[in-house]
């Protein structure tokens, strides 16, 4: 099981890897996406796959009583699902933003940061 | 509910006794500035009322982390669990000299923006929230610094990123957002990495608390997955602190956002993704930290070099302190590399050093524009006719960032290369060396032509300042802006002065991170 859900991320982050590299920002934030989604998989592989039994402890018992589902990359996943979410929900409104006042959304076009003359710096007075 | 729960022994897994009062220093920092942030939410119609709130905030965040740093210094290594869980189970909260210090440094550099912004951060742009994210950023960055759980640390990295992003578009200008696109995206990318690095690092020892971290991977038989960590999270901190090869966004960004905003992230961000080099490769995986000390080492000297030689190549201000910044962050990244007890002493002395010039020198440019109204060093001139006070200040902080003697610099600089040489590492000392006399030769450039040269390119010296447009007069600078200046400067000097407190400081850090001995007993209080 867990070997499979190392393939899916892998090619999660690969599918992910080659959308960032695009010049396009729409291919680039479709890349992000990915890349939270890719990582959220992974912690969630790494503490390992237990399928059917619930981190739930039965009444008058105070311990497990057997092997459960490991209830912590769970918490961790919910936190970076959280996060991730927010963060793509910025980087749209910031990228039709930047297509808006930029006129583009080739990243090679976007250089208004940038300085304008490549000449030298003052070399004397 | 309370019948049943007494037949279980608790003591085995939480506190049971009160935290002393003293311990409750190390989350004042973060419960105040989420107060102050949320309290200045409130108040965002009321853009006189701001500042004072986010004033009154950073300065009770400085009294507490005064107090924090003197109870670690006297006490060792502070620990406090949430929820009373003990460790590993609850997320801890540590504070160490190396947190400790950069926590306060954090916050007295704030206040310095906080005050400075009073006069140039405009009306609306309060209202669009500047001191709610100026706090959240703070509190995110102090977060960073005194939490003891890895996975809590990913978590304050993203409270302090999503405030920068807000800081980062405050104006919004075609340049910022053009500028936003790059900061934000690499940012993020960064972030993600050193998630995923947290997910398999987690995987590997089925622990998020850093101390248990560092205990499990020291008595782990197999070292390989732990250095292939140790890569990943090299490449998302180097990321995140602007080392060579992944640095293009800093200088493309850090131009963009309103001057006080670049002094707060050129100050306080860049120093988060050092701190969190000095605790993952020095803390948890000394191992790693030793297997990749050569490409350290190299990124270090190539982020120097390309900081300062980039510096040399400028012609807006603004963009040759974005290469300051960069060329500082190849020094501390030297100390990493070496890591002997001297160098990451150095290291630390150089983080807070950092700290403060950057800040520093990016509220000098808001000062040099006020008065001279442009970036450009063939435009600007005069300086030190219209203002010898000011002139002396640029001259202190220039001097000071170079690493030139009687300044804080210095002695982080010499720290660095005493421990490099020590180690048998010249050429990491020689690296630091001639990075140092490049910086020296653009901050000299930069201040003959702002202060020195009469008027714009071509003016003879010694001529009468020329009148240039748009600017003001020495007299109509504001307070706001000369306090936090002449603060700064002042404490540079001092610790360049006496620099002994400091140093015992630094020394007692790298200690604690060397040996995690401390450390570990400060979060396990003594239960294994």
């Known amino acids: ?78 936190t970076a699902i959280v996060i991730s979410f927010s963060f793509l929900a910025f980087f749209l409104v910031l990228g039709y933003r930047a297509y808006q006042e930029l006129g583009t959304d080739d990243l090679l076009d976007m250089r208004v940061a940038e300085p304008k003359e490549h000449s030298e710096p003052p070399l004397g007075y | 509910m309370a019948a049943t729960k007494t037949t279980v022994d608790i003591t085995a897994a939480m506190v049971t006794e009160a935290v002393p009062l003293a311990d409750w220093l190390l989350v004042a920092p973060v419960l105040l500035t989420m107060a102050g942030g949320a309290i200045s939410i409130i108040f965002r119609k009321k853009s006189a009322t701001q500042p004072w709130i986010a004033i009154t905030t950073i300065a009770l965040v400085i009294l507490s982390n005064i107090g924090l740093l003197n109870h670690v210094l006297t006490n060792g290594v502070v620990t406090m669990v949430m929820g009373s869980w003990l460790p590993p189970f609850g997320i801890a909260f540590t504070a160490d000299p190396l947190g400790a210090l950069l926590a306060l440094t954090a916050s007295v550099a704030t206040m310095c923006v906080a005050v400075f912004a009073m006069n140039s951060i405009a009306e609306n742009e309060r209202r669009y929230g500047f001191y ?28 302090l990123l ?32 050193f998630l995923a690095a947290t997910g398999l690092l987690y995987g590997l020892v089925g622990t998020l608390n850093m101390a248990d971290i560092a205990g499990k991977l020291k008595a782990f038989d197999s070292s390989g997955p732990m250095l ?89 201000i603004r963009r040759l302190m974005a ?14 590399a ?54 002396g200040i640029g001259l202190i902080l220039l001097l000071a960032v170079a690493g030139l003697p009687p300044f804080s610099g210095f002695w982080a ?13 010249g050429w990491v000392a020689a690296g630091i060396l001639v990075s140092g006399l490049f910086t020296t030769i653009a901050v000299g450039r930069l201040w003959i032509f702002a202060f020195w040269r009469g008027g714009n390119e071509h003016t003879v010296d010694g001529i009468q300042a020329l009148p240039i447009a748009g600017s003001s007069d020495a007299s109509e600078i504001s307070w706001s802006i000369w306090l936090p200046l002449v603060v700064l400067t002042a404490l540079i000097f001092i610790i360049g002065i006496l620099p002994e407190t400091m140093m015992s400081i630094t020394e007692n850090g790298a200690k604690t991170l060397i040996d995690p001995t401390a450390y570990i007993g400060s979060v396990f209080g003594g239960i294994r």
């Open chain 1, 1 to 78: 099981m867990e070997t499979l859900f190392s393939v899916l991320v892998g090619i999660l982050f690969a599918g992910s890897i080659y959308l960032l590299l695009s010049r396009k920002l729409v291919r680039i934030l479709l890349g992000i996406a990915i890349l939270g989604n890719a990582v959220n998989l992974l912690i969630f592989t790494a503490g390992r796959l237990t399928r059917d039994v619930p981190p739930i402890i039965p009444l008058q018992s105070y311990l497990p009583v057997e092997a459960t589902a490991n209830p912590l990359p769970q918490a961790l996943v919910l």
């Open chain 2, 132 to 159: 709610p994210f100026l706090l959240m950023l703070l509190c995110g960055v102090t977060g960073s610094f005194l939490t003891g759980d890895i996975f809590n640390l990913y978590v304050w990295f993203e409270v």
């Open chain 2, 162 to 193: 999503i405030s920068s992003f807000g800081m980062q578009i405050l104006g919004n200008e075609k340049v910022q957002i053009d500028g936003a696109v790059k900061y934000a995206v690499l940012n993020l990318i960064a972030t993600t990495l």
């Open chain 2, 228 to 316: 292939g960590l140790a890569t990943l999270y090299f490449l998302a901190f180097a990321m995140k602190a602007a080392a060579f090869p992944v640095n293009f966004w800093l200088p493309a960004s850090y131009h963009t956002p309103r001057l006080v905003v670049a002094a707060i992230f050129a100050g306080l961000l860049t120093k988060v993704g050092v701190y969190a080099l000095l605790r993952v490769m020095l803390l948890l995986m000394p191992e790693g930290r030793d297997w990749l000390a050569s490409l350290i080492g190299i990124v270090a000297i190539a982020t120097m070099l390309t900081g300062s030689l980039g510096a040399l190549a400028q012609t807006d």
């Open chain 2, 323 to 336: 290469y300051l910044v960069i060329a500082g962050i190849g020094a501390m990244m030297a100390g990493i």
């Open chain 2, 338 to 391: 070496v890591g002997n007890e001297v160098a990451v002493s150095g290291a630390i002395f150089y983080s807070m050093h950092s700290v403060l010039i950057m800040t520093a020198l990016y509220l000098l440019v808001a000062f040099m524009f006020q008065m001279s109204g442009t970036f450009s060093l063939r435009e600007i001139g005069g300086l030190y006719i219209r203002t010898p006070l000011g002139a």
């Open chain 2, 413 to 425: 600089k010499l720290l660095l290369v005493a421990g490099a040489l020590e180690a048998g590492r």
